[in-house]
């Protein structure tokens, strides 16, 4: 029996803390936290600074209880204790405690005589103490989402660490489902979703490097260095072919083992399970995902259906760019020829001269094939990269986004993640840089059907990812709805103003335009009726000409049409989301940029992106649409 006491547990924050009752210690679950110190609660004080009642420590609380009991069972009250600091508290009757503090010494510069002069407030129990209990999370997990930080110990403007910076995000997802998913929350359809920090900077900068660093770091600015060696140098160690599979190495076991734990933890849950990176750790995420195998039966269906697709597809842009070359008359040689575009590119002059093809023509396919091919080469899903020796589709695939990466021997994740999201993320830079030039529409990650790109227009880090896929076409990225449903003040107000100026410019041209008209008129009377006649429709004609490009649909509205096709990266929906800024924010973006990098963690539009995406994933939307959302 004394055993099953020590061992009594009880999960508490949502079962990612475990008290122990007989250590009165709060544990971390899920990482590495310093144990907190568990009270049990029966006499308290309060100082007129404090905004609270604070517990005396348990073996104190005894002493009072005595000392208390004695009293009240004597009648002998003015009682005198001394707790364990020195400090006095005397109990003048049941109603009126006081606690005391030392007297300082002379040469004791910490307490200040008006600071010993005011004693505190000594309560015994926990009656009329306004406390506020919070009611706790709902035990219902939806769905997991791993978080993955990017460079650096600190995840935020206030320097906290990536389990202070989900705990934020926590509380925002719990205080957005009850403020947009109330019916769901009503018919017991949703619970929660669970947020777990991932960390991987402190196994990187326990292997070692920070002696080797110190040993060659100059003596001069040394705080400004010691934070670049401890932050910035992780881009350097991602690029590094040896510390970069220590990352990955810790990303992709990391997550592994939370969610094995949080399974034995929770054998109930049947949810999904994304992921999420901020900055650097986004960029992580993308290439372990790109790395990643799917099932046999899985991918051979993925790669018949994009077979079929490339090669019905793929004999209509031949016959575009035949087409655009002015060469339509030989379409039909082609389609008999069952020539699609990944064979046209494999085409030289003699198999086009074996297909009846003239000189001239042949020219200019070849003149075409040679210009196009010098820009295909990095290009994914060109014809040099289909070649694949194992003739494995998918591993040209890899190949083709996966191309400059660090090698690396990038480990399996024990799930198929539903959805991805990148916060502030450079994967759209890391790939150019890396030689990417743009990623193939059919391609899609390997086991994760969906990728968001969430970003903030005043991030430095950040890059979109759309123009890759889609280079021929400017399109702006889709503008996150306000959590509150409608746009900020101040962009509605910048919209109606530019829209204003656009009408107000369009009128006077028109105006200017008509003065012009009847001031360059020659005044011959025979010619009166007509020229009246020739006014009025002149008129009419101005008066029409500035109206058409007011009524045409305004940026908010194209942006938001589903006629762009992004390819299947995120399942043929858009990927590329920006937050609004804050008005403050607008005065100067240069200014708020470093908050653009770090506001993620509590920003209430982005939450409520991923809730939504997540939720829809399982057939529940939100009580009201958003205006502007997908």
Known sequence: AGKDRDDVVVPTSGGRYDVRLRARQRVAVYWEEEVSEVRRCTWFYKGDKDNKFIPYSESFSEELEEAYMIAVTLDEWKK????PNREVIILHNPKLMVHYHPVASSDDWVSTPTEQGRPRTVKRGVENIAVEIPTGEPLQIDHLVFVVHGIGPACDIRFRSIVQCVNDFRNVSLSMLQAHFKKAQEQQQVGRVEFLPVNWHSSLHSTGVDVDLERITLPSINRLRHFINDTILDVFFYNSSTYCQTIVDTVASEMNRLHQLFLQRNPQFKGGVSIAGHSLGSLILFDLLTNQKADPEEDEHRVQGSRTTSSMGGIEEV?????????????????????????????????????????GPRMKILHYLSSRTETKVSEPGSPSQHGDSTGDGRSCQYRDVGLGQVSANYPQLNYKPTIFFAFGSPIGMFLTVRGVKRIDPNYSLPT????????????????????????????????????????????????????????????????????WQSFTRAPVPALEAGSAEAEAEAEASTEKQPDTKPEEPPAAVKEETPLINVGRLNGGNRIDYVLQEKPIESFNEYLFALQGHLCYWESEDTVLLVLKEIYQTQGITLDQPLPGSQ
């Open 448 to 515: 994760c059907k969906g990728f968001f790109n969430i970003f903030h227009p005043f991030d430095p880090v950040a890059y979109r990812i759309e123009p890759m896929i889609v280079p021929d076409l400017e399109f702006e990225p889709m503008l996150l709805p306000h959590h509150k449903g409608r746009k900020r003040m101040h962009l509605e107000l910048k919209e109606g103003l530019t829209r204003m100026s656009v009408d107000l410019k369009n009128n006077l041209l028109g105006s200017l335009r008509v003065a």
């Open 80 to 83: 005198k204790l001394e707790s």
């Open 319 to 359: 016959k575009e760019i035949l087409k655009k070359l002015e060469l339509s008359e030989y379409c039909d040689v082609f389609e008999k020829e069952k020539m699609d575009r990944q064979a046209l590119f494999l085409c030289t002059e003699t198999n086009l001269k074996e297909m009846g093809i003239p000189l």
